[in-house]
C-alpha cells in the first residue's frame, strides 16, 4: 500500500528556517514523482512544485520559484519542502501527494498535511 | 500560463439531484484534467483522472467528460456524503501558477 506520512505541526515566527518532510513507503521511491500543494486558511489548493526522487529533476510554479526549495533522499525516502525565512503570509496546511509514475496523471497519493503556522 | 475556472463558485441541491459542475483551461490541455474532493479537515482524494477515468473505489455516480478546454463534473444523484468542496487541476504543463481551479463548493439542500 502506497503511503506519504508528514512530519508534524509547526509553529515558528517570522524570519525563521523550516524543513518540512514527507515519507513515502509501499512503492519504489526513485520511481513515483512527489509533489507540494499549500492550502492557506478558508482557500483552496495551489501547486508548489514537484521533484522526481530518482534524479531529483524538480519544476516549480512560477508562483513559488525562489520561495522554496523542494528536494528528496533517496536514502530515507523521504521528500522535503524549505523554507530559509518564513513570512506571516506562509501560514498554512501543506499537502505531499503523488501522481504515480507520470507527473502528468491525476495525483491519487496524499499525505495528511502539515500546518504551519508563522507568528510573532 | 495556463488559466483554470471553475463554475458555480458553489451550489446548494437535493438529495437525488444530478449536479453539474464545470472547469475551463484557458488554452487546450488535451484530456489531462482530474477532479478532486476535498471534505473539511482531510486532505483531497482524487476521483477522476485523465477527464473521464474513474479511480477504483469512487461511486459510480461521479462521472467526467471533457477534452480540450470544456470538462465537467456529474453526480447523477447527489448523497449526502458528497458534501464537499470539488477541485479541477490540470497536470498538462507544471510550468503554470494555476495547476488548480478554484474549486466549487457543494451543499445540501
Known amino acids: 500500500e502506497v503511503q506519504l506520512v508528514q512530519s508534524g505541526a509547526e509553529v515558528k515566527k517570522p524570519g525563521e528556517s523550516l524543513k518540512i518532510s514527507c515519507k513515502g513507503s509501499?512503492?519504489?521511491?526513485?520511481?513515483?514523482?512527489i509533489g507540494w500543494v499549500r492550502q492557506m486558511p478558508g482557500k483552496g489548493l495551489e501547486w508548489m512544485g514537484i521533484i522526481y526522487p530518482g534524479d531529483s529533476d524538480t519544476r516549480y510554479s512560477p508562483s513559488f520559484q525562489g520561495q522554496v526549495t523542494i528536494s528528496a533522499d533517496k536514502s530515507i525516502t523521504t521528500a522535503y519542502l524549505q523554507w530559509s525565512s518564513l513570512k506571516a503570509s506562509d501560514t498554512a496546511m501543506y499537502y505531499c501527494?503523488?501522481?504515480?509514475?507520470?507527473?502528468?496523471?491525476?495525483?491519487?497519493?496524499w499525505g495528511q498535511g502539515t500546518l504551519v503556522t508563522v507568528s510573532s | 500560463d495556463i488559466q483554470m475556472t471553475q463554475s458555480p463558485s458553489s451550489l446548494s441541491a437535493s438529495v437525488g439531484d444530478r449536479v453539474t459542475i464545470t472547469c475551463r483551461a484557458s488554452q487546450s490541455i488535451s484530456m489531462y484534467l482530474n477532479w478532486y474532493q476535498q471534505k473539511p479537515g482531510k486532505a483531497p482524494k482524487l476521483l477522476i483522472s485523465?477527464?473521464?477515468s474513474l479511480q477504483s473505489g469512487v461511486p459510480s455516480r461521479f462521472s467526467g467528460s471533457g477534452s480540450g478546454t470544456d470538462f465537467s463534473l456529474t453526480i447523477s444523484s447527489l448523497q449526502p456524503e458528497d458534501v464537499a468542496t470539488y477541485y479541477c487541476?490540470?497536470?498538462?504543463?507544471?510550468?503554470?501558477?494555476?495547476?488548480f481551479g478554484p474549486g466549487t463548493k457543494v451543499d445540501i439542500k
Open positions: 485523465g477527464a473521464s
Open positions: 501527494a503523488s501522481p504515480g509514475l507520470n507527473w502528468n496523471d491525476g495525483w491519487g497519493f
Open positions: 509501499g512503492y519504489h521511491f526513485t520511481t513515483y514523482w
Open positions: 487541476q490540470q497536470s498538462y504543463s507544471y510550468y503554470s501558477r494555476h495547476g
